[in-house]
């Protein structure tokens, strides 16, 4: 049995947070999806908030420290990154940002990633699509198609919501992209039953 190694960066300021909370949950989904492919996994977190003041010793002096480096090694020498932000001003942290502007060029070349955020309200939401994705793509990663955002709502939902459902879709896109298998899973169609629209003029006369 294969063993792919799956790094975990959360950029959540409290402990605990919520934050942490969704990319445990993601990093559950995504080793579980593993081994339904028939791979197994092992898993490494780079909590940044242990990191925060390396990271701001590293821009000041030009050279990360031991701990740094070892945080740096860890996301470049996985097969898959786990990526989740809380969002401060409606874009990832600076945290997380200092994180990645630290790692070096083409470090995250051919990576894939599944990317995620938090926050206390669905407004933010975006921030995956218009900050985080852009990001990554600049870093010429590969990101899943399914990104994952948690607000302060969604957690109330339990294991049969919304939000565990697209923890699940999201793992399984990652794990289809490192086990080199096309999606097999088609998502629902959220228009399958919506009637015809010679049916509504039917209901009409």
């Known amino acids: 049995m ?42 490494e977190v780079v909590e940044l908030r242990e990191h925060a003041r390396d990271l701001a010793d590293a821009f000041v002096t030009g050279f990360p420290n031991a701990a740094l480096r070892a945080a740096v090694a860890t996301v470049t020498g996985a097969d898959a990154v786990v ?12 945290l997380f940002k200092s994180f990645v502007d630290v790692l070096d060029d083409g470090a995250l070349t051919g990576k894939p990633v599944l990317l995620a955020a938090t926050a ?10 218009h900050a985080m994705r852009p990001l990554f793509a600049y870093l010429r990663a590969v990101t899943v198609p399914t990104a994952v955002f948690a607000a302060s709502e969604d957690w109330a939902g339990g294991d049969g919501g919304e939000l565990s459902r697209r923890i699940d879709r999201a793992a399984g896109e990652l794990a289809d992209v490192v086990t080199g298998r096309p999606s097999s899973a088609r998502p629902a169609d959220p228009f399958a039953d919506v009637p015809s629209f010679e049916d509504l003029l039917r209901g009409q006369a």
């Open 2 to 43: 294969t063993t792919r190694t799956l790094a975990v960066v959360s950029a959540g300021l409290s402990t605990p947070s919520s934050t942490r909370l969704l990319a445990d949950r993601l990093t559950a989904a995504t080793v579980a999806a593993l081994r339904e492919r028939g791979e197994d996994a092992t898993v």
């Open 120 to 129: 206390g309200t669905a407004r933010h939401s975006l921030v995956l699509e």
């Open 83 to 94: 990526a989740v932000t809380p969002v401060f001003t409606a874009s990832y942290s600076g």
